[in-house]
C-alpha cells in the first residue's frame, strides 16, 4: 500500500519556469513532511520541510504548499534552472510513537537551459 | 564531519551467497534506517531502529536481517541473495528529539548475478 503518492514521475521544464511537484497522504497521523533532492550518484539530501500546522513554507526558490483537508502538499520551484536538474522526493514521517520516513517514488526533473 | 557512512560502496554477489552492508553515524541520532531504492520505486523502508537494540519492519523486510550493535552502527544482512535484491541500498539516521531531517549516506549498488 503506497502511503504516499507522488507526481508526475517525470518533468521537463524550461529554464526560468516554474516546476512544481504534487504529493498526497493518507495517514493523518504523519507529523513532517519533507522534500528531498537527489543528485546522480549521491544520497538524497534535505531540500525544504514543513509541519501540518503550517500552510505555506518558502525557501529561496523553493516553496512548500500544504493543504491538510485535503492531505496534500506540492512543492514548487520557481525560476527554475539547469542545476536544479535531479530527482526529488516526498516524504512522510509517521506520528503516533513511531519516527519512519515513508517516501514517494521521485519525481525526476529535467530543467531545459 | 563523516555524517553517515556506508560500506561497501558496490557488490557483486552471485545467487545465494550471503553478505552485510555496514552503516555507521556519527551524529548521535536515535534512529537509524535501511532503503532500497529502485527506479519507478522510490526509497521503500526495509528496517528501522528507533534505539540501540529495538528494530522494526518496514515496507519490504522480506529476505533481510538487521542488527542495531550500538547507537553508531546499524547493519543490513542478506542470508542468501537473490536477483530481486539488486538494488540501490541507502542508511539514513535522524536526531527524532530535535525534529529534524533524516539524513543519508551514500548508498551501496548491490547487483545480484
Known amino acids: 500500500q503506497q502511503q504516499v503518492k507522488q507526481s508526475p514521475q517525470s518533468l521537463i521544464v524550461q529554464k526560468g519556469g516554474i516546476s512544481i511537484i504534487n504529493c498526497a497522504y493518507e495517514?493523518?497521523?504523519?507529523?513532517?513532511f519533507p522534500w528531498y533532492q537527489q543528485f546522480p550518484g549521491k544520497g538524497p539530501a534535505l531540500l525544504i520541510a514543513?509541519?501540518?500546522?503550517?500552510s505555506e513554507k518558502k525557501e529561496g526558490r523553493f516553496t512548500i504548499s500544504f493543504n491538510k483537508s485535503a492531505k496534500q502538499f506540492s512543492l514548487h520551484i520557481m525560476d527554475s534552472q539547469p542545476g536544479d536538474s535531479a530527482t526529488y522526493f516526498c516524504?512522510?514521517?509517521?506520528?503516533?510513537?513511531?519516527?519512519?520516513?515513508?517516501f514517494g517514488t521521485g519525481t525526476r526533473l529535467k530543467v531545459l537551459a | 564531519n563523516a555524517g553517515v557512512t556506508q560500506t561497501p560502496k558496490f557488490q557483486v554477489l552471485k545467487t545465494g551467497q550471503s553478505m552485510t552492508l555496514q552503516c555507521a553515524q556519527d551524529?548521535?541520532?536515535?534512529?537509524m534506517y535501511w532503503y532500497r531504492q529502485d527506479p519507478g520505486m522510490g526509497l521503500r523502508l526495509i528496517y528501522y531502529?528507533?534505539?540501540?537494540?529495538?528494530?522494526d519492519k518496514g515496507e519490504v523486510p522480506n529476505g533481510y536481517n538487521v542488527s542495531r550493535l550500538n547507537k553508531r552502527e546499524f547493519s543490513l544482512r542478506l542470508e542468501s541473495a537473490a536477483p530481486s535484491q539488486t538494488s540501490v541500498y541507502f542508511c539514513?539516521?535522524?536526531?527524532?528529539?530535535?525534529?529534524?531531517?533524516?539524513?543519508f549516506g551514500q548508498g551501496t549498488r548491490l547487483t545480484v548475478v
Open positions: 539514513a539516521s535522524s536526531h527524532d528529539r530535535l525534529n529534524t531531517e533524516a539524513f
Open positions: 495517514n493523518t497521523a504523519f507529523d513532517y
Open positions: 514543513i509541519r501540518p500546522d503550517v
Open positions: 516524504a512522510a514521517r509517521g506520528g503516533s510513537g513511531t519516527y519512519k520516513y515513508i
Open positions: 551524529m548521535n541520532h536515535n534512529s
Open positions: 531502529s528507533a534505539s540501540e537494540g529495538t528494530t
